[in-house]
């Protein structure tokens, strides 16, 4: 045992001098690696860690949402229904919600306004996100002047801007009382955006909305789970679109690394004669080749790795922010939380570090088997 370590050792110490000694050329493909590496896994890191954000807020999110369809779109759902639905066995809370989204025609940027909860508040109070406050140029006690559908003003007084901490769901939020939320969209009264449905057993979910369905034709009952599928489809969906447009460096990469695998220069044939000669066996040389490829695709795979994940996690992913976050005049500015899959980085090794490996092999094997003389004389 000590024997076999102490070859692989010697080995190991003889191909890091045969590495040097092609400095110029190891270093350029090292660099390229380390690039493709650095790209796979910031993006790996950061859909990631989108994800879990996403799955971290939706988890508050009410068990069911009951929209209406008037010609396959959104319709107002008249707030009536919500007491026949609390009727339904099972259903434990369901609340009529306001919200919509107000342009902004001062700066082009879309608010997410929604009508408070708390009736004890002041009408004109409004508590808002922290972008908008940015964007308005917004302390407390400030007027917001909003401008209804039918041109009429509505003001209201800062009475809270929600802390940057909570920018990822806030950033962009306007909460205004429900009498100015009708006012500014000029809603009729009874009406709701959609209704909040609370139900005590999640498995009973199916049945509950099977039951909404059938005592409104109309309407449409949205489960929690679908919600979270789809922003975890969104998120992927666009990810692979950044994919695609890194895939011809990538593809670039690949051609260049099999040329370099698979295709050994005269130096590198003459010097396998030269260790041939010597008294090196063919397993020695493939150990030899073996240990190159596994110290340049290694480097490459720890320092891309650890580069992406202070590029996302520090820097909060500068190269990917405006293709993976979305087109916004107001974006959320926000800290990733480290999220690190081992599965993903485990099918990241071996897709880059695995297959470089194993080509660096075969053009070996057959220098290896050939005859010392004519090696040298290549």
């Not at 209804?148 to 806030?170: C, H, N, Q, R, W």
């Amino acid at each position: 045992m000590k024997r076999a370590i102490e070859r692989h050792l010697n080995i190991l110490e003889f191909t890091l001098a045969s590495l040097l000694r092609r400095k110029a050329k190891n270093f350029s493909l090292l660099a390229m690696y380390l690039m493709v590496v650095f790209m796979l896994a910031s993006l790996q890191f950061f859909v990631t860690a989108l994800k879990r954000e996403a799955a971290i807020i939706l988890d508050d999110a009410p068990d069911m949402v009951v929209q209406r369809l008037t010609a396959g779109r959104q319709d107002l759902v008249p707030t009536g229904h919500a007491a026949e639905i609390a009727r339904i066995r099972g259903v434990t809370a369901v609340r009529p919600r306001l919200w919509g989204y107000y342009y902004d025609a001062l700066n082009g940027a879309n608010y997410t306004v929604m009508a408070g909860d708390d009736t004890s508040a002041k009408t004109e109070s409004a508590s808002i996100g922290s972008g908008v406050a940015k964007a308005r140029n917004l302390a407390v006690g400030d007027l917001l002047p909003l401008i209804g559908y039918d041109k009429a003003p509505v003001m209201v007084e800062i009475g809270t801007i929600f802390p940057s901490g909570s920018d990822l769901i806030a950033a962009d939020l306007i909460i205004i009382s429900p009498a100015n939320f009708q006012r500014l969209f000029n809603l009729p009264g009874g009406q709701a955006t959609d209704l909040a449905v609370t139900v005590r057993n999640p498995k009973e979910l199916a049945t509950v909305a099977a039951k909404i369905a059938e005592l409104f034709p109309g309407s449409r009952p949205i489960l929690k789970s679908e919600i979270q599928r789809t922003y975890q489809s969104v998120f992927d969906w666009r990810g692979g679109m950044t994919l695609m447009i890194l895939a011809s460096a990538l593809l670039s990469f690949i051609i260049f690394a099999w040329d370099k695998a698979t295709g050994l220069s005269a130096e590198e044939r003459k010097e396998i004669g030269i260790l041939k000669s010597i008294g090196w066996e063919t397993s020695d040389v493939l150990l030899l080749k073996f240990w190159e490829g596994i110290v340049i695709s290694l480097t490459a795979f720890l320092l891309g790795t650890i580069l992406a994940y202070g590029h996302v996690f520090f820097l909060s992913a500068p190269l990917f922010v405006q293709a993976l976050k979305g087109w916004s005049v107001i974006y959320p500015r926000f800290q990733l939380v480290p999220v690190v899959d081992a599965y993903q980085l485990a099918v990241l090794f071996f897709l880059t570090v695995v297959p470089y490996t194993t080509a660096t092999i075969i053009p070996c094997w057959r220098a290896a088997t050939t005859d010392p003389d004519a090696a040298m004389r290549y």
